[in-house]
Structure formats: structure tokens, C-alpha cells
């Protein structure tokens, strides 16, 4: 099981962003997929979760109405839309794979990938 997060960078507040979690090794749409964060100093912090058919997805209270889950099974990619960006959303954020849905808690996911650091400043 591989996962590679991708497509962090520098953004100004209010800017957006789109990350990728690129899946290879396994039945990717067996998985649901949870992307997570982690700022300098603190714990891993749930971000959003989608289920292994794309139909259910579950969001932190932080990130509601500005964040965007999705997924391409055909491309076995898992997609984070980020809008509205914050600096408090500056993190390293990490994707991951696990057979429960709807999961919140970073034991639930046995499967990571590295992580791609979002910064935004400006």
C-alpha cells in the first residue's frame, strides 16, 4: 500500500488549494481515505474522510464549508480542495487509508502516506 500526498505550497489567506493523495498497491476503492494535519508542536488533527465509493464523507469542525473532499477511483486519487485559506490552517498535511468509513481518529487508518506542508502567510 503506497499513498503520496502532493500539491502543498505557499499561499496567501484567502487563497486556495487542491491536494492529491496518488493511491497504488491495493484496492483503492476497498479504502475509505482521510487526509490529516499536523502544525509545528501539535498532534495530528482530523481534516476530512470520504468513503470507499465516494458517497459518504465526513469533515473536522475546522475545516467545515471551506474544505472539499472527492475522489477519482478510476485514477486512484483522493482529492482536498481547500478555500478560504487561513494561517491557522498551516500544517503538514498527510493522507491515509483504512477499511472502516466515516473514521476520525488517526489509529483507524494503518496505511499513511508523507505528507505535503501547506504554509499560509503572507
Known amino acids: 500500500v503506497q499513498l503520496q500526498a502532493s500539491g502543498g505550497g505557499l499561499v496567501q489567506p484567502g487563497g486556495s488549494l487542491r491536494l492529491s493523495c496518488a493511491a497504488s498497491?491495493?484496492?483503492?476503492?476497498?479504502?475509505?481515505i482521510g487526509w490529516f494535519r499536523q502544525a509545528p508542536g501539535k498532534e495530528h488533527e482530523f481534516v476530512a474522510t470520504i468513503s470507499g465509493d465516494g458517497g459518504s464523507t465526513r469533515y473536522g469542525d475546522s475545516v467545515k464549508g471551506r474544505f472539499t473532499i472527492s475522489r477519482d477511483n478510476a485514477k486512484s486519487t483522493v482529492y482536498l480542495d481547500i478555500n478560504n485559506l487561513k494561517p491557522e490552517d498551516t500544517a503538514v498535511y498527510y493522507c491515509?487509508?483504512?477499511?472502516?468509513?466515516?473514521?476520525?481518529?488517526?489509529?483507524?487508518?494503518?496505511?499513511w502516506g508523507q505528507g505535503t506542508q501547506v504554509t499560509v502567510s503572507s
Open positions: 491515509a487509508a483504512g477499511f472502516r468509513e466515516l473514521r476520525v481518529r488517526t489509529t483507524d487508518y494503518p496505511y
Open positions: 498497491g491495493f484496492g483503492f476503492d476497498d479504502y475509505a
